[in-house]
């Protein structure tokens, strides 16, 4: 099956530095992904699509200045957190969709735990 | 605007069955998806219906009336393991996915 590998797992950092979170499609091409943010007891919110060799097109309120997305190839996203603060703690995963079969599903990385302190 | 309601949370017993409901409103439809999470996971893909009608898989059953904008997830012979939360999304005519709060279900021995 699809597998979608997300880096790191849990990562701990100090305010003001900046994390790098890396999405990557094992076994499949994906032109489109999407990173997603959720907070304790809460429903998934979308932050941004990210698409290759192009800009990511980001969700109202979500800085993108702050959350950097780069879709390098088609098997690869990167979300870097610039600046962190606490207040960007949070569980961060990333999906993504086969590439032009608009009907599968989404598969998720294992999300990264994000603790700012 | 586009809407996804399913209930919060839900409490059924070990070896009984469970039926979660889903209805929802948005923009066009192009199928509906469920996904199971456990707390501190990420979700994990069960089920799709874009036509009318019941998709079983194994314990786990989804059913869609697209006239009616309601899916329900049932899930027969309840283990532990099944207390989750699941989560209702619809992809919509932009083939975005639109998502519901998610139904935690709480299995009791």
């Known amino acids: 099956g699809a597998v979608v590998s997300q880096h790191p797992s849990r990562v701990i950092c100090k305010s003001g530095t900046s994390v790098k979170i890396e999405c990557r499609s094992l076994d499949f091409q994906a032109t489109t992904m999407f990173w997603y943010r959720q907070f304790p007891k809460k429903s998934l919110m979308l932050m941004a699509t990210s698409n290759e060799g192009s800009k990511a097109t980001y969700e109202q309120g979500v800085e993108k200045d702050k959350f950097l997305i780069n879709h390098a190839s088609l098997t690869l996203s990167t979300l870097t957190v610039t600046s962190a603060h606490p207040e960007d703690s949070s569980f961060y995963i990333c999906?993504?969709?086969?590439?032009?079969?608009?009907?599968?599903?989404?598969?998720f990385g294992n999300g990264t735990r994000l603790t700012v302190t | 605007g586009q809407n996804i309601d399913q209930p919060t949370e839900m409490t059924a017993t070990e070896g009984a069955i469970v039926q979660i409901n889903c209805t929802y409103q948005t923009s066009g439809f192009n199928g509906l998806f469920w996904y199971q999470q456990h707390a501190g996971e990420a979700p994990t893909f069960l089920s799709y219906?874009?036509l009318d009608g019941l998709e079983e898989k194994g314990r786990f059953s989804s059913f869609l009336s697209r006239s009616k904008g309601y899916s329900y997830l049932l899930l027969k012979e309840l283990q532990m393991k099944d207390s989750a939360s699941y989560l209702c999304a619809v992809m919509d005519s932009n083939y975005q996915l639109i998502w519901g709060a998610g139904t935690k279900l709480i299995i009791k021995p």
């Open positions: 219906n874009v």
């Open positions: 999906s993504a969709r086969e590439t032009g079969i608009f009907s599968s599903p989404l598969h």
